[in-house]
C-alpha cells in the first residue's frame, strides 16, 4: 500500500469510501453487514488506514455500520471520516443535534477528519451564514479534541469553493472534490485542483471513476489503453491519472463488493503516474465520450448580450450537459435550486436571438425546453 504524509501522521493513498456498499435485495439502507465486515477485513490486512462515511449514507445507515465494524479493531489502527450534511439546508440550524449524534451512530469519543458536506451553489450562503454557528461550533470540537482535523468537500464551481475559502480557508486543512479524467476539463476539475494548491491545501479525491463509468469503456478504448500498458486494467488507468496529479494525498473508492477493493488494493500497490502520451490518450477518450452527449458550448457569451431575460445561457447549458452526460443526478437540480425562478431554463422564452450569435450553432432554445423536461 502507498502512503502520503498528511501533517504528522501517514494516511493510505486509497481510501474506503462507504457510499456504495454492498446491500441486500438492492435496497440502499439494508446494508450486507457481513460483505462488509469482510471488505473491512481485508482494507485492514492490505494496509488500508482510512475510512470514509456520512450522515446520509445508505439512507443514514452507513455510519452505524462501519462504527459497528470499525469497533473490532484498536482505534489507533484507522481513521474514521465523517461530514456535516449540510447538502439539506433544514440540517443548519442543528450542528450540535447532528454532531452528538453522528458520535454515538460511529461509536467513536472523536472523528479523525470531520467535513463540511458538499459546499455547493444551494448551501453556500447558509454556510457562511453566522447565525447557524456551524463554523465556530466545529471549530470548537476541534480544539476539543473531539475532531482532529477539519476540512470540507465541495461539488459547486471554482467561485463557490473560493469564497468558501475567503471565509475559512485559515482553518481548512483539506478539501475533498470530485475529479477524474473525465471531470479534469468537464467539472473544471483541473481549476479546482489549481485553486487548492494555492491555498496550500491538500486534495482528497471523491469519484475517481465516476461512478463506475470510468471502470467499463468500449472496446475500441480498452483496445488503446491495452497497447499501451498490457497489463493494466481499465479502472487502474483512473487511478494513474489521479497518481499523476500534484497535490493529491487520498483517493476514496465506494467500492460495492471484495473483488473490486482486492483490485484497487492491487492498483496501489505502487505509483505508476502517467506519461505524456497516455495522458493524451486518456484526454481523447474522455473527449469522445463527451461528444455524444455534450453540447459544444465555449462559454463565448455572446448569447447572453442578446437574451432579453438575461439569463446566463453558458451556466445552464454547462449544468444541462453535466445532467445529460449523467443521465439524472443531483447536481444540476442543486445548482438550479440557488437561482432565482427567472434566471432558470424554464424563464427561455424561445426567441432565439442567442442562437443567431452562437459560433457553434447550438440549438439553445431547445436545449432549455429539454432541460426543463428532464428535470420534470
Not at 493510505?12 to 456504495?20: P, Q, V
Not at 443535534?97 to 477528519?113: H, R
Not at 481549476?191 to 487548492?196: A, G, N, R, S, Y
Amino acid at each position: 500500500m502507498i502512503y502520503k504524509k498528511f501533517q504528522d501522521v501517514k494516511l493510505s493513498a486509497l481510501g474506503l469510501g462507504a457510499m456504495r456498499l454492498p446491500v441486500i435485495d438492492g435496497d440502499d439502507a439494508k446494508i450486507d453487514e457481513r460483505a462488509v465486515e469482510k471488505m473491512v477485513a481485508c482494507a485492514m490486512e492490505q494496509g488500508i488506514n482510512y475510512y470514509d462515511t456520512a450522515w446520509g449514507y445508505h439512507g443514514g445507515c452507513s455510519e452505524v455500520v462501519m462504527g459497528k465494524i470499525l469497533q473490532q479493531y484498536p482505534r489507533e489502527n484507522y481513521y474514521l471520516a465523517t461530514k456535516f450534511p449540510g447538502y439539506d439546508l433544514t440540517n443548519m440550524d442543528k450542528v450540535e443535534t447532528i454532531f452528538e449524534e453522528q458520535l454515538k451512530k460511529c461509536n467513536v469519543e472523536y472523528f479523525d477528519f470531520y467535513l463540511f458536506h458538499n459546499v455547493c451553489e444551494m448551501n453556500i450562503d447558509a454556510y457562511l451564514d453566522e447565525k447557524y454557528g456551524i463554523y465556530v461550533y466545529l471549530l470548537k470540537q476541534k480544539e476539543n479534541g473531539r475532531i482532529r482535523h477539519l476540512g470540507f468537500s465541495a461539488h459547486g464551481s471554482c467561485e463557490v469553493i473560493r469564497r468558501f475559502l475567503e471565509a475559512y480557508g485559515e482553518k481548512m486543512e483539506f478539501c475533498q472534490i470530485q475529479l477524474n479524467y473525465l471531470d479534469w476539463t468537464f467539472q473544471q476539475g483541473k481549476e479546482k485542483v489549481e485553486l487548492l494548491q494555492e491555498y496550500g491545501i491538500p486534495i482528497w479525491v471523491m469519484e475517481p471513476l465516476r461512478g463506475g463509468r470510468l471502470a467499463a469503456l468500449p472496446e475500441k478504448e480498452k483496445e488503446a489503453l491495452h497497447a499501451l500498458r498490457p497489463m493494466e486494467k481499465v479502472p487502474a488507468w483512473a487511478f494513474r491519472f489521479l497518481q499523476s496529479v500534484e497535490g493529491i494525498t487520498v483517493i476514496l473508492s465506494g467500492m460495492s463488493d471484495l473483488s473490486q477493493l482486492q483490485e484497487n488494493i492491487k492498483t496501489f500497490e505502487e505509483e505508476k503516474p502517467l506519461q505524456e502520451r497516455e495522458r493524451e490518450v486518456l484526454s481523447g477518450i474522455a473527449a469522445g465520450m463527451l461528444e455524444k452527449k455534450v453540447l459544444p458550448c465555449t462559454a463565448c457569451r455572446y448569447c447572453t448580450s442578446h437574451c432579453p431575460q438575461e439569463l446566463d445561457i453558458p451556466s445552464l447549458l454547462a449544468l444541462y450537459n453535466e445532467h445529460c452526460f449523467t443521465e439524472g443526478g443531483f447536481l444540476a437540480p442543486m445548482a438550479l435550486s440557488a437561482l432565482a425562478k427567472e434566471k432558470q431554463p424554464m424563464s427561455c422564452v424561445a426567441c432565439r436571438s442567442c442562437e443567431a450569435v452562437c459560433p457553434q450553432q447550438i440549438k439553445i432554445a431547445d436545449a432549455m425546453a429539454d432541460f426543463v423536461k428532464k428535470l420534470g
